[in-house]
């Protein structure tokens, strides 16, 4: 019950957001369409690396639910995959806030960490670019297309250092979904600073 109750808290502050937003179209990536491609940089190497990785956890959770399948170790895949089959039941908006909040309460806090994969976070804990990472394969796991989601690095004002958060397009509307909050936040009503954005066709910089 407490879940329900909170889940409709959540859902409603996001409704309550969005009444207020413009009805313009959503730019083609979250907080502007003004990005460049980035041929080269450590954060184009890292996530190469991790999105090889992202085929490698889809694999092992396809086995470790497969009883014709032997895999030693399966506790971490099992409980992604619970949540991303719980998302599952669930429509729009419920079903990226189902994911946000799952996992934001599934990894431990880890600061600082490397860039992991969902399955690596879930066994050791991770920092934001965990959660981030996690969140992106669950919703692709879900259902959501890729071409909805984005991983993006931000530089938050009130803090020092960087963020990575997740964006999904819902209603012509991209969602930040952070580990530092329930709250799915329009990209328009953030205060963040976007850098980097990251998805399947690459990674791009925002013009300054």
């Known amino acids: 019950m407490a879940f329900v109750i909170r889940s409709a ?4 502050s996001v409704v309550a957001a969005l009444s207020v937003t413009s009805t313009q179209c959503a730019a083609s990536d979250p907080f502007s369409n003004l990005t460049a491609e980035v041929a080269y940089s450590p954060a184009v190497e890292n996530w190469f690396v991790i999105f090889r990785k992202l ?14 399948v032997k895999v030693t170790d399966c506790s971490a895949a099992r409980q992604l995959h619970d949540i991303i089959e719980d998302g599952k039941t ?22 600082p960490s490397g860039w992991l994969s969902p399955v690596e976070a879930i066994n050791g804990g991770g ?9 992106y394969f669950a919703l692709l796991e ?6 909805h ?24 509307r991209w969602l930040i979904l ?6 799915l936040v329009p990209d328009t009503l953030s205060d963040y600073v976007p850098l980097l954005v990251l998805d399947d066709k690459g990674v791009r910089s925002y013009a300054r």
């Open 9 to 12: 808290l959540v859902v409603g």
């Open 55 to 68: 085929d490698r956890d889809h694999t092992l959770l396809g086995a470790c639910v497969d009883n014709n």
């Open 90 to 111: 669930q429509n729009g908006l419920a079903l990226i806030g189902h994911i946000n909040r799952g996992v934001n309460f599934m990894i431990k806090p880890v600061t």
């Open 127 to 135: 920092d934001c670019k965990a959660y981030s990472i996690a969140k």
């Open 142 to 147: 879900a259902g959501i297309a890729a071409d």
């Open 149 to 172: 989601l984005r991983l993006v690095i931000v530089h938050a004002p009130a803090q020092s250092g960087n963020h990575m958060v997740v964006a999904a397009l819902w209603q012509n």
């Open 178 to 183: 952070d580990n530092l909050t329930l709250v």
